[in-house]
């Protein structure tokens, strides 16, 4: 895979570099700013461009960066990595694009299978969630409102938090060990129960499932 | 504590000449005091401010860093069924992720990154998710200065921290009464009246107020004023 990498600190933009080179990844551009990376690849494109949040240009130069890469070239995938996982920023991210992203900590790529699975997904397609956030956001809601999450079973619950992390209906099954139908039955009822009908496409609809968790938990309406 | 002859070296832009204790430095005017206070409290939260920042991109970055230097270890392990090393790697990976984890939480009661990013609405959402809390948050979306959204998050914090109570909380900022800045008003519904000298802690240094209603130990109301610069 083509990549690219965008981070202000140098050790570990050569740490990410030696790791993506070990995986068998081409590094076609390793700069420490955001406005370096759009203008390495104005003209080249990479399979997925991997930011930090928190570079220049300040105070979160891996979001603007990333909004002028999506409009530039939209077929190409984004993988945010931070010190923080945070469902301020994730929102964010989900309003840059709802495909071909991923929002992960820093610490959690350091392996060769979680990087190159993680780019590949990211590359497919795919939203990839750092877990921990997927988690928390969606394990325990809130009890101070009737939001529309409350009204899903625990079961179901189970399953958004997989489609928040990005996970396809056959890894949903094979996490949770039941059948596709099943977890087809399960995400059919979730979009039911959050009002999500009418002619959206499958894909569309869960990440307006996601979306709409999210925003419960950030109390807009 | 301030020397009995108080001479204002750096008067500031914004400080008019018509302004008791100005020009006159033989009596110390209660203001030149509270200007005083004040200024000491805006440079002790951009210090914290920027210790946050220092642990950001210091020590946690070079931890991360770490991080993937293991992966690119364990990816040349040259014999594959080395499970041992392995496993070494792996816990020494856990190892990383649990100091990172360690950092981030002392980084949060530092000055939390958020907070300087977005401001108190993000900041504030985040801690009562994290913290799994029952609480209604109405926020206005104005900034505010690094010392009052601190002290004010702090002071937040702090509610939270001591009682398990659901509380609805309404910040806005509003046009001061007195000639100056804005004032941030806090209104804390179903907190502890108990709790209002815990937010007077963080209210009182920048020259704000407390009220509270209610008897101690029942739910009642805190109402917390921040005055802006």
Known sequence: ?221 | MTPAVVVDRNPRPGRRPDQPGSGDAAVPAPETDAREDRRRQEERWRRRRSLERQLHDGAALRISSLALRLGVLENGSVDPDDGARHRDIAALQDEVAAALEELRAVASQIYPPLLHEAGLGPALRELVTARQRDVVLDVAADRAEPAVEGAVYFALADCLEASGAPLAVRIRREPGTVEGGDIVVVVIEGADPALGPAVLDEAGPLGGTVDVEGAPGSAGTITARFPCA
């Open chain 1, 1 to 221: 895979m083509r990549v690219a990498v965008a981070e202000d600190g140098a050790l570990f933009r050569q740490g990410l570099v030696m790791l993506l080179e070990a995986s068998g990844h081409e590094v076609v551009a390793c700069v420490p700013g955001g406005d370096e990376l759009v203008a390495a690849l104005a003209n080249d494109p990479v399979d997925v461009a991997l930011l930090d949040i928190r570079m220049p240009p300040e105070p979160d130069g891996g979001l603007v960066t990333a909004e002028r890469l999506r409009a530039a070239h939209p077929e190409m995938g984004l993988l945010f990595l931070s010190h923080y996982a945070e469902s301020h920023y994730l929102v964010r991210i989900l309003e840059i694009g709802t495909d071909r992203v991923g929002y992960r900590l820093k610490e959690k790529v350091g392996s060769v299978e979680v990087l190159s699975d993680t780019l590949s997904r990211i590359a497919d397609g795919e939203i990839v969630i750092e877990p921990v956030l997927a988690k928390r956001l969606v394990e325990k809601p809130r009890n101070d409102r009737k939001d529309v999450v409350a009204a899903l079973s625990e079961r179901e619950r189970d399953v958004l938090k997989l489609m928040a992390e990005g996970r396809s209906n056959g890894g949903i099954a094979s996490t949770l060990f039941v059948s596709g139908k099943a977890v087809e039955k399960h995400i059919a009822s979730i979009f039911d129960k959050l009002g999500l009908h009418g002619d959206a496409s499958v894909h569309h609809r869960r990440v307006l499932a996601v979306l709409t968790y999210l925003r419960s938990q950030r109390g807009e309406s």
